[in-house]
């Protein structure tokens, strides 16, 4: 079928049946001429909101420009000036949300298609050379604790002004989410060792299995170790739980748990991995974010047969990006909505058999802004389950502030930081990322480590 200039070029996607039972990616990427195509859609308007609907403010017109014109090296350029991991944002981001959201062809038609021109220039920039070096002159040590987004864009503008950077990860790889959570189905993982090999490159020392707050303090990085500077980005990997009667019950898990032990610890091949995953016939999964996303297509692709959601309010109120709502449903996930979960039911030997559920009708909005879900009477069922995972939400990990002294957190357990330096309470200290916002996206993470970044140079610079 022709594609209509109003229309966003479609992305090509693996075929769903397909798909849904192995881990290879399932948006394939646009052609040469499917870019040229879609850049030839942007207005380059006089005033380009879409811009202002990106939280680093990538110069959209412009590198949508410069690919229309077909010079991908300048695209390229003018992407990463702003965006430190396009290949991975042009594939993450909430663009529906974000840029596209503002996009003035929305008036009319469908948006340009800024996330997956993202990830054409940026997939194109990885066939390329890498071009930046970096030379250690400088003597100030840097640490950034976490390898996640924050950490990884963080250490590489100090890298490149001649820092000694290091980064210190609690696991046995970098990447943080990007490794352990998000599938490789969605983000191929050759994408992020890319990043990774680009920071390793201008002489980043990234240093795994060591947690600060247990290896070594904080306090330490600055004392024995010499470090001028500190950044935290330690994420926020500590799973929330429902509270609910059988949540201890053996096929219960939560999310980061399932989705760590299939994509960092290699759970989907079982013939070579340490760690057992065991999928039944019959997963469901309580949440409906990214994160509930990813556990219920991965548990498609470790072989459940039904592999459902089960979220409390409506689709109107999922916060999953839309692509993977519209994947999930093509690849045969179920979803129950407005469906609250009340106790996990167990048989003798300990195993979850039914999930007990009531169904909600919507009511006036909550503190969230999002209609309240409302139970409705005598409508209680149980749907038959061999496993319950749950992805209802993350909060940092409070390991370090318990660890180090005149860290100052709120009250949900973030750490309280600048928000334009991301300097923490204690001096030279800086933070940003999930540690800060609380579970937000790789675009915001990646934007705070830029900004600290920044403001590390100039406090190193002011101290002489
Ligand atoms: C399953 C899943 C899917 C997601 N999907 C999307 C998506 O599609 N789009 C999107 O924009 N966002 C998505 N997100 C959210 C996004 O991944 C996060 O917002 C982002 O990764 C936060 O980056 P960060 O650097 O702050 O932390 P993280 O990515 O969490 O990285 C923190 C790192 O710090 C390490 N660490 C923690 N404590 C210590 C310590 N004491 N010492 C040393 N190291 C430590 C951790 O091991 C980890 O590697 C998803 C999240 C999840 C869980």
Same mark, same amino acid.
């Given at each position: #079928?022709?594609?209509?200039?109003?229309?966003?070029?479609? #992305?090509?996607?693996?075929?769903? $049946?397909?798909?849904?039972?192995?881990?290879?990616?399932?948006?394939?990427?646009?052609?040469?001429?499917?870019?040229?195509?879609?850049?030839?859609?942007?207005?380059?308007?006089?005033?380009?909101?879409?811009?202002?609907?990106?939280?680093?403010? /990538?110069?959209?017109?412009?590198?949508?420009?410069?690919?229309?014109?077909?010079?991908?090296?300048?695209?390229?350029?003018?992407?990463?000036?702003?965006?430190?991991?396009?290949?991975?944002?042009?594939?993450?981001?909430?663009?529906?949300?974000?840029?596209?959201?503002?996009?003035?062809?929305?008036?009319?038609?469908?948006?340009?298609?800024?996330?997956?021109?993202?990830?054409?220039?940026?997939?194109?920039?990885?066939? $390329?050379?890498?071009?930046?070096?970096?030379?250690?002159?400088?003597?100030?040590?840097?640490?950034?604790?976490?390898?996640?987004?924050?950490?990884?864009?963080?250490?590489?503008?100090?890298?490149?002004? +001649?820092?000694? /950077?290091?980064?210190?990860? %609690?696991?046995?790889? %970098? !990447?943080?989410?990007?490794?352990?959570?998000?599938?490789?189905?969605?983000?191929?993982?050759?994408?992020?060792?890319?990043?990774?090999?680009?920071?390793?490159?201008?002489?980043?020392?990234?240093?795994?299995?060591?947690?600060?707050?247990?290896?070594?303090?904080?306090?330490?990085?600055?004392?024995? #170790? +010499?470090?001028?500077?500190?950044?935290?980005?330690?994420?926020?990997?500590?799973?929330?739980?429902? +509270?609910?009667?059988?949540?201890?019950?053996?096929?219960?898990?939560?999310?980061?748990?399932?989705?760590?032990?299939?994509?960092? *610890?290699?759970?989907?091949?079982?013939?070579? %991995?340490?760690?057992?995953?065991?999928?039944?016939?019959?997963?469901?999964?309580?949440? %409906?974010?990214?994160?509930? *996303?990813?556990?219920?297509?991965?548990?498609?692709?470790?072989?459940?047969? @039904?592999? #459902? /959601?089960?979220?409390?309010?409506?689709? @109107?109120?999922?916060?999953?990006? /839309?692509?993977?709502?519209?994947?999930?449903?093509?690849?045969?996930?179920?979803?129950?909505?407005?469906?609250?979960?009340?106790?996990?039911?167990?048989?003798?030997? !300990?195993?979850?058999?039914?999930? @007990?559920?009531?169904?909600?009708?919507?009511?006036?909005?909550?503190?969230?802004?999002?209609?309240?879900?409302?139970?409705?009477?005598?409508?209680?069922?149980?749907?038959?389950?061999?496993?319950?995972?749950?992805?209802?939400?993350?909060?940092?990990?409070?390991?370090?502030?318990?660890?180090?002294?005149?860290?100052?957190?709120?009250?949900?357990?973030?750490?309280?930081?600048?928000?334009?330096?991301?300097?923490?309470?204690?001096?030279?200290?800086?933070?940003?990322?999930?540690?800060?916002?609380?579970?937000?996206?790789?675009?915001?993470?990646?934007?705070?480590? @830029?900004?600290?970044?920044?403001?590390?140079?100039?406090?190193?610079?002011?101290?002489?």
């Amino acid at each position: #079928m022709p594609i209509k200039r109003a229309d966003k070029t479609p #992305m090509p996607v693996r075929e769903a $049946q397909q798909r849904a039972h192995d881990f290879i990616e399932v948006n394939e990427g646009y052609t040469k001429a499917h870019a040229a195509f879609e850049a030839e859609r942007c207005l380059r308007c006089q005033d380009p909101v879409c811009v202002g609907g990106c939280p680093v403010n /990538v110069p959209i017109p412009e590198f949508i420009h410069a690919v229309a014109m077909g010079d991908m090296a300048g695209a390229a350029e003018i992407l990463r000036s702003a965006n430190p991991l396009p290949a991975i944002c042009g594939r993450v981001c909430p663009q529906e949300s974000q840029c596209e959201a503002e996009c003035s062809m929305t008036q009319r038609f469908s948006p340009v298609a800024i996330g997956h021109l993202e990830r054409f220039v940026a997939d194109w920039e990885r066939t $390329q050379p890498p071009s930046v070096q970096a030379k250690i002159t400088r003597t100030e040590k840097i640490a950034i604790i976490g390898a996640g987004p924050s950490g990884l864009v963080c250490a590489g503008p100090p890298a490149r002004l +001649g820092y000694p /950077v290091t980064i210190y990860e %609690a696991l046995h790889a %970098a !990447g943080g989410v990007l490794r352990y959570g998000i599938p490789e189905f969605r983000l191929p993982k050759q994408v992020l060792d890319w990043e990774i090999g680009l920071l390793k490159s201008m002489g980043v020392e990234i240093v795994c299995n060591v947690i600060i707050g247990k290896t070594l303090t904080l306090d330490e990085l600055f004392g024995k #170790m +010499g470090y001028a500077a500190v950044f935290i980005g330690t994420g926020a990997g500590l799973p929330q739980f429902l +509270g609910i009667p059988g949540e201890n019950l053996n096929g219960v898990m939560s999310a980061n748990e399932f989705l760590t032990r299939v994509n960092l *610890m290699g759970g989907y091949d079982p013939d070579t %991995a340490d760690t057992p995953v065991k999928v039944g016939k019959r997963m469901a999964v309580i949440g %409906a974010g990214n994160t509930a *996303m990813d556990a219920v297509r991965t548990s498609m692709r470790m072989g459940a047969e @039904k592999a #459902m /959601v089960v979220y409390r309010r409506s689709d @109107k109120e999922m916060s999953a990006r /839309v692509e993977e709502y519209h994947h999930a449903m093509e690849e045969g996930v179920e979803f129950h909505w407005l469906t609250n979960p009340l106790e996990i039911q167990g048989n003798a030997e !300990g195993w979850a058999t039914g999930l @007990k559920c009531q169904k909600m009708t919507l009511g006036e909005p909550d503190a969230s802004g999002r209609a309240r879900p409302v139970p409705i009477p005598d409508s209680e069922f149980v749907l038959p389950v061999d496993n319950v995972i749950l992805a209802i939400g993350t909060t940092p990990n409070p390991l370090l502030t318990r660890t180090t002294s005149g860290l100052l957190t709120n009250k949900k357990g973030c750490l309280v930081a600048d928000e334009k330096t991301g300097l923490t309470s204690k001096a030279l200290v800086f933070a940003g990322g999930d540690a800060v916002t609380g579970a937000a996206t790789v675009i915001l993470a990646a934007g705070a480590g @830029k900004r600290a970044a920044q403001a590390i140079h100039e406090a190193l610079e002011a101290r002489g």
